[in-house]
């Protein structure tokens, strides 16, 4: 199994331009989600997905979008990036409450840099 | 909602000594699980060890261990023989276990520990 995997590792945008962090899973699991990591703040939800066609925002989800056409997709979009978009980007995996463990896997990450 | 407070930014321990590590929690749910996750300069996000709240039993594996207050709602880890490579940030966080409910994980802002050689 590969787990959750994350691409790119590393981006540097313009204000401005737009992108998509890719991510997937092959572990079926239905829940996943994006996470921001920024110093001092922690890990913060910005969407989540509880299936295919299934998305949600999170506690930051202003100027990210997302999709979940499959179950082992699910990527993030920066419309239209700006320097406070700068941070370190997590998806994660996990089955919902009640159908297994309840631990979620963690992608290597995306460092993003907006100029 | 559910919030989770690490109120340490950092701690420095002695090689082959024993650090613990505060955590608490404000829920009112019954059903939840707590982790501890492990992220080094790598970055890479791992698991430390978890906790069901319908246990009682502390979590341990190997040299980690868990001290869980569900009254208190405390839950500090301890880290017995400390290693070199046990250096990196550590977050404690909450999930709910309730079907349905928002799955989402509630982070710490995190604690950064040093190991002295």
């Known amino acids: 199994n590969a787990g959750v995997t994350q691409t790119p590792k590393f981006q540097v945008l313009k204000t401005g331009q737009s992108m998509t962090l890719q991510c997937a899973q092959d572990?079926?699991?239905?829940?996943m989600s994006w996470y921001r990591q920024d110093p001092g703040m922690g890990l913060r939800l910005i969407h989540y997905?509880?299936?295919?066609?299934?998305?949600d925002q999170g506690e930051v989800p202003n100027g990210y979008n997302v999709s979940r056409s499959t179950t082992e997709d699910f990527p993030l979009r920066l419309l239209s990036a700006a320097p406070s978009q700068t941070s370190v980007y997590f998806c994660a995996s996990s089955y919902l409450p009640g159908q297994g463990s309840h631990e979620q896997y963690f992608g290597p990450g995306t460092r993003l840099t907006v100029t | 909602a559910q919030t989770v407070t690490q109120s340490q930014p950092e701690m420095s321990v002695q090689e082959a000594e024993t650090v613990t590590l505060s955590c608490t929690y404000d829920?009112?749910?019954?059903?939840?699980?707590l982790f501890w996750y492990k992220q080094p300069p790598s970055r890479q996000m791992i698991l430390v060890i978890r906790?069901?709240?319908?246990?009682?039993q502390n979590a341990t594996e190997n040299r980690f261990s868990v001290n869980f207050q569900k009254a208190a709602k405390s839950f500090s880890l301890k880290i017995s023989d400390s290693q070199l490579g046990d250096a990196a940030m550590y977050f404690c966080?909450?999930?709910?276990?309730?079907?349905?409910?928002?799955?989402?994980?509630?982070f710490g802002k995190g604690i950064t520990l040093s190991v002295r050689p």
């Open positions: 829920t009112s749910e019954s059903d939840y699980y």
């Open positions: 572990m079926n699991h239905e829940y």
């Open positions: 966080a909450y999930r709910s276990g309730l079907a349905g409910a928002n799955s989402k994980l509630t």
């Open positions: 997905s509880v299936g295919a066609g299934i998305t």
């Open positions: 906790q069901e709240a319908y246990k009682q």
